[in-house]
């Protein structure tokens, strides 16, 4: 870590403001957790920053898993769900609100800077886009909603959505078709995805003449990878905005916004990529924003800051993006995807020694993203299985009783470990 700047009054107690705005998480971490991290944390604190691990076992990543404050004996895999972040990202939050209350207007502007300095940069480098093309959110929801409500639409234009969008994907095009006059046409997708040939000819065929929108996940609530590239260029050619859910990618594996191609992405960064609940982000391409009006400014082009919701934000939240931001650039996004490839491969192998259980993610990887993974358990129902596994194993899963499924989820990141699929797998053999 740099030599740092002396604390300042007000600032950030124990974390200099440069560390701070540099996203120094170890320094803020230092700050309100320290009484409490152990002792692998206290060396991050003291500027020793974590490597990508060399291998994707449990003992790999043991050092990472340190990082993260879960209570003992509970083990949580529902980050589908909510993400749990690491506990310098907790600390980083902390420290920003508690510099809000020391000195409002200056940490107003430092935690300001952060964003603009470090965390849309880090963002724009790790999603492979500009800076200028990312507005940040409080979460996927929010900026499905700009992207739907900005796409310029005339009365009678039809916009393609699949059958497993989350309603976020959905609820705002359904708006538009009252309000605009739009049409909304859904295109069944099977659950499982059988290939990502049968998934981009299925979309093909439900194009029509009147389709200017193609909105579809990344990857599906039930953890089903659609093949973004190859639609993004589908609807490329036929004149389509394309207009991606990527709440479910973003974090767990890498994610190239300009070489997938998309017009629009909406993302939440309190799932995988591990932010702060109340985090997520909006892209427009460049190119595409004469035809994705800002519903702030909607007579404008000009610049992609026409995308920010306006007004007051938490920018302590935001600013502690960089927290994050540093924690998988230290132990990178491709490890991360290995990491939990690794982990649900060990799980599907444990969940095909039950003979009641039914999996429907299957091991084809280009259908079928790294950290989630559903399965039917016959003669039980999921929801009620959820409570239970919490109630006699302490274990957080979730259940996905959509796409025709009474199916269980299960979101494994990074700091979940084999010891924790086994119980899981005994547990789920004694309902
Ligand atoms: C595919 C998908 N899209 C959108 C959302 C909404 O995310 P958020 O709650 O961050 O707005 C979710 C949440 O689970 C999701 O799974």
């Known amino acids: 870590m740099e030599r740092d700047e002396p604390a300042r009054s007000t600032g950030y107690r124990s974390v200099s403001r440069r560390a701070f705005l540099a996203g120094g998480a170890a320094g803020v971490a230092s700050a309100s957790l320290s009484a409490c991290v152990p002792e692998s944390r206290d060396r991050q604190a ?39 972040p ?24 430092e935690l300001s800077e952060a964003i603009a300095g470090r965390v849309r940069p880090g963002l724009a480098a790790m999603l492979g886009a500009e800076p200028d093309e990312l507005a940040l959110t409080r979460n996927a929801s929010e900026a499905l909603h700009i992207g739907a409500f900005g796409v310029r639409l005339r009365r009678g234009d039809e916009v393609l959505v699949t059958s497993q969008e989350h309603p976020a994907g959905l609820r705002p095009w359904e708006m538009r078709a009252e309000r605009d006059g739009v049409r909304v046409s859904k295109v ?3 659950s499982p995805l059988e290939s990502a040939d049968q998934t981009v000819a299925l979309v093909e065929e439900a194009l029509t003449p009147a389709t ?59 799932k995988w990529f591990l932010g702060p609940m ?31 919701p306006p007004g007051t934000s938490a ?21 991360v995807e290995a990491r939990t490839r690794h982990l649900s491969d060990y799980l599907k192998a444990r969940l095909a020694q039950i003979d009641r259980a039914t999996l429907l993610s299957g091991d084809n990887r280009e ?19 959820v409570g239970l596994v919490a109630e006699r194993a302490q274990i957080h899963i979730d259940e996905h009783q959509r796409d025709g499924h009474n199916a269980i989820r299960v979101s494994t990141h990074v700091y979940n470990t084999q010891a924790e699929i086994d119980r899981l797998a005994t547990t789920l053999e004694e309902l």
């Open 278 to 308: 109340g985090t997520g982000v909006f892209y427009v391409r460049a190119a595409a924003r004469d035809r994705v009006a800002s519903v702030f400014a909607p007579g404008e082009v000009e610049g992609g800051a026409v995308y920010r």
């Open 188 to 190: 069944t997708i099977p």
């Open 86 to 109: 690491p506990a310098s990202v907790a600390a980083a939050v902390g420290a920003g609100y508690e510099a809000l209350s020391q000195e409002p207007l200056r940490a107003k502007n």
């Open 212 to 270: 200017r929108v193609v909105a579809f996940c990344h990857v599906t609530r039930g953890g089903h990878l659609y093949p973004v590239r190859r639609l993004c260029a589908l609807a490329r050619e036929r004149g389509c905005v394309s207009h991606v859910d990527g709440a479910q990618a973003v974090g767990m594996f890498p994610v190239d916004l300009h070489d997938l191609g998309c017009d629009t992405y909406s993302a939440s960064l309190h």
């Open 315 to 335: 920018l302590p939240l935001r600013a502690a993006l960089a927290a994050s931001l540093e924690f998988l650039e230290d132990v990178t996004v491709e490890a």
């Open 367 to 385: 259908v079928c993203c790294p950290g989630s993974t559903i399965f039917e358990l016959e003669g039980v129902d999921a929801v009620e299985a």
């Open 46 to 84: 003291a500027g020793v920053r974590l490597t990508a691990p060399a291998g994707t076992g449990d003992e790999a990543w043991a050092r990472v898993r340190e990082q993260f404050v879960l209570e003992r004996g509970v083990a949580y895999m529902n980050n589908a769900s909510l993400g749990m």
